[in-house]
């Protein structure tokens, strides 16, 4: 009987051992799952003036696209850093939802003759990120506003003659000293040496010579008129883009103007 109750567990194990060697039927109806991993990136910059830039971003993928535009030959930014925007030196971060398309962004208000690095990542509708970035490098244009303006002022003039001056036109030569300055001839652009206004009173034109840097003209300096009444000048100058220059001053005796140029 022993024997019997041995040999009956002893197939029982064999049977078990059997059974859990035995590979278990294929699942059916079951679908792998897809994922979306980041693509190449395609960077391209057109439109490039003296303070700006266009650029665009092209990338057959879906998700997001994250940049970041720093000063060129600043430290390089991670993936995770153009995700977050957090890069040193930092002029401009952005993200566009791509969708196939060409995406674009436009960079202003930058320096005349200054290097860009652009640096890009894919950010994809799974949540996974490009494991490195793109980057690209463009330099703006410089400046060359040498030469003759046409020049348009409107204002308000000084308890002197009180009323407002409109469209009022007059003629700048401004001159390139070659050490990076630029001479005005006149910073009131014919306002001051008119004889209806500070001209009755014999005042010259107002020259003054500018450091430029950045596309931005911007000082502080004495009229015809200090030394007997304090007056000065306070001079802010913008050159655009399309290479026209936009200024207001305020003179000390409370003249208040704004002025186009446009190079004749």
Avoid: R
Avoid at 134 to 150: E, K, L, M
Avoid at 177 to 201: M, Q, S
Wanted: one cysteine or more.
């Amino acid at each position: 009987m022993k024997n019997t109750i041995y040999k009956f567990s002893f197939l029982l194990c064999i049977l078990a051992v059997v059974s859990s060697c035995t590979s278990p039927e294929a699942e059916t109806n079951y679908t792998p799952a897809e994922y979306e991993f980041p693509t190449g990136i395609s960077l391209a910059t057109s439109n490039v003036t003296n303070s700006s830039f266009d650029f665009t971003y092209n990338n057959s993928g879906g998700g997001e696209g994250y940049y970041v535009v720093v000063e060129g030959g600043s430290e390089a930014p991670s993936n995770e850093n153009v995700l977050d925007g957090s890069a040193a030196e930092l002029i401009q971060s952005g993200i566009f939802d791509l969708t196939g398309s060409a995406a674009g962004d436009i960079v202003e208000g930058l320096c005349s003759e200054s290097t860009y690095d652009i640096y890009a990542v894919h950010f994809t509708s799974d949540s996974f990120l490009s494991p490195n970035t793109v980057t690209i490098s463009i330099s703006t244009t410089g400046n060359s506003i040498a030469g003759i303006y046409d020049t348009v002022t409107n204002g308000v003039l000084s308890g002197n003659f009180g009323g407002s001056v409109v469209d009022y036109i007059g003629v700048v030569t401004i001159t390139d000293n070659g050490d990076g300055t630029f001479t005005f001839d006149d910073t009131t652009a014919g306002i001051y040496p008119d004889l209806n206004y500070y001209g009755a009173f014999g005042s010259p034109a107002v020259p003054f010579t500018f450091d430029i840097p950045c596309n931005e003209i911007s000082d502080a300096f004495v009229s015809p008129f200090f030394n007997c009444c304090g007056d000065f000048i306070v001079f802010d100058g913008v050159i655009n883009a399309d290479g026209t220059i936009s200024v207001h001053w305020e003179s000390a005796f409370g003249e208040v103007m704004d002025v186009v140029y446009t190079k004749q």
